[in-house]
């Protein structure tokens, strides 16, 4: 009898094992934090979850410079997601964590480190230039190569050395590090460059321009190569007024009707826009995996901005509906220019201020500017070194600085019959270009040099 117990004892204790052996594992359950991007005042997080049931809450705790926390529940109804934190402080580290919290469980994540950037400084001093004779003398565009090779282009009409009318405007005004040289262009025999609205520079001696058609320039002689007509193009309005490329196997060229062509280091292709608004500008991230666009219509209402991660531009958002309001975290006002510095991020420039948005933005932006209403002067142009050094320039000679954390409007430069159509800004050198409206038959064209 005791045996058989024994038995029993022996086969009910391997039964027991057996069934923990074919208990279900683990459910592994976690959170993990990674840093994407940071500005003087700002970071984005990616939070990963792992086995969590969804939708659920989390807690994110934020450890400051000084050592106290706050923390902010979220809610979560996706298994990854993008975290946006603000109101940070510039050129200070954080630190995060997320935890999540049951009635019988908590789980943390990695703790994660976000150091912002520092600002630059608004500390710029001005020097002024005017170009023209006689006739509207416009410069449209500008590139920076470095302190001395500065290139203005646009349509410059000048006496001649014996004081007459010269007939044959001169395209591009070239800064040398003390002085401007203007300067004729010719293609094919003898056939002059009238006037030149785009430039973009892969270095000194290898120059696309834009003024209708494109051309490309070694940088130092009177003529050009004629690479791209807009004979080419389907619509007979159709133009190429600005472009922007980072190697010559991958050149954008836009402008008016809606006219968008690319370059992939053999031929140009015509690519579809999906629209017939005039565009007013192109760029593209350092590594052209993402390239915008934007622009609106002069006689009715639409605003628009594009996108190409390759192939033709699609639409990445119709502002339309918001094309004459001015809010906070909706891209709106008149889409006037695009900047980015990575592919993460674009700025859009508007008639309402400047947007920072998300590379994915269907119109979801935060709003940059130093008033509740519009700018002092309509920007045509934004460009920086950076998210904590871009520029924008406009009417009234209005030009903005903004430092990741405040702007600067340089008072100083005000003048209404002023309008500047293009900035550029690098290291710590800003030209701006336009012209200023003396009379219907006479309006010189400016330059603005600023270094800090």
């Known amino acids: 009898m005791r045996k058989i117990i024994v038995y029993l004892l022996v086969i009910s204790l391997g039964l ?21 991007d940071v500005s003087c005042t700002e970071a984005w997080i990616e939070l990963t979850t792992t086995n969590l049931q ?14 106290d926390t706050k923390s902010q529940i979220l809610n979560l109804n996706t298994k990854d997601s993008l975290l946006y934190i603000d109101s940070l402080l510039p050129n200070q580290t954080y630190r995060f964590q997320a935890i999540s919290q049951s009635t019988n469980q908590s789980i943390k994540s990695n703790e994660i480190t976000a150091a912002t950037i520092d600002t630059t400084s608004h500390n710029f001093t001005w020097q002024n230039f005017s170009f023209g004779d006689y006739n509207p003398s416009t410069l449209f565009d500008v590139a920076i190569i470095d302190e001395n090779n500065i290139l203005a282009v646009g349509e410059i009409y000048l006496n001649d050395s014996f004081g007459n009318e010269d007939p044959q405007p001169y395209s591009i005004a070239k800064w040398n590090g003390n002085n401007w040289e203007p300067k004729k262009l010719f293609y094919d025999i003898n056939l002059i460059v009238t006037s030149i609205r785009g430039i973009i520079v892969l270095s000194p001696y290898n120059i696309y321009l834009a003024g209708g058609s494109i051309f490309h320039w070694d940088g130092n002689s009177s003529t050009v190569e004629l690479v791209y007509s807009r004979l080419n193009l389907p619509d007979p309005n159709g133009t190429i007024e600005k472009i922007w490329g980072n190697s010559n196997s991958s050149i954008y060229g836009v402008g008016n009707a809606g006219s968008c062509v ?8 015509i690519i579809e826009s999906g629209t017939d608004v005039d565009l007013l500008d192109v760029w593209g991230s350092p590594d052209g995996s993402v390239v915008w666009a934007c622009g609106y219509y002069r006689d009715r209402p639409g605003t628009f901005l594009l996108r190409s991660t390759g192939g033709n531009f699609e639409m990445a958002y119709d502002g339309t509906s918001n094309e004459f309001k001015i809010l906070q975290d909706t891209i709106s006002g008149a889409m006037t220019s695009v900047y980015t510095l990575n592919e993460k991020r674009i700025f859009v420039c508007s008639t309402s201020g400047v947007y920072n948005a998300a590379s994915n933005t269907n119109g979801n932006g935060k709003r940059l500017s130093f008033t509740p209403g519009q700018f002092p002067g309509l920007p045509y142009r934004l460009r920086g070194n950076g ?6 320039a406009g009417d009234n000679s209005f030009i903005g600085h903004y430092n990741g954390y405040s702007w600067k409007n340089f008072e100083e430069l005000f003048a209404s019959d002023i309008r500047l159509l293009s900035v550029a800004q690098k290291g710590d050198l800003i030209v701006a270009v336009g012209y200023q409206y003396l009379l219907p038959w006479y309006s010189p064209g400016i330059i603005y040099i600023g270094r800090r």
Do not use: V
């Open 16 to 36: 027991l094992l057996k069934a923990c052996d074919t208990t279900d594992p683990p459910d592994n359950k976690s959170l993990a934090l990674k840093l994407e």
């Open 54 to 67: 969804l939708p659920t809450t989390i807690t994110l705790k934020q450890t400051n410079p000084t050592g």
């Open 262 to 269: 690319f370059y992939n280091g053999s031929s140009w292709q």
């Open 387 to 392: 998210i904590n050094d871009l520029t924008i």
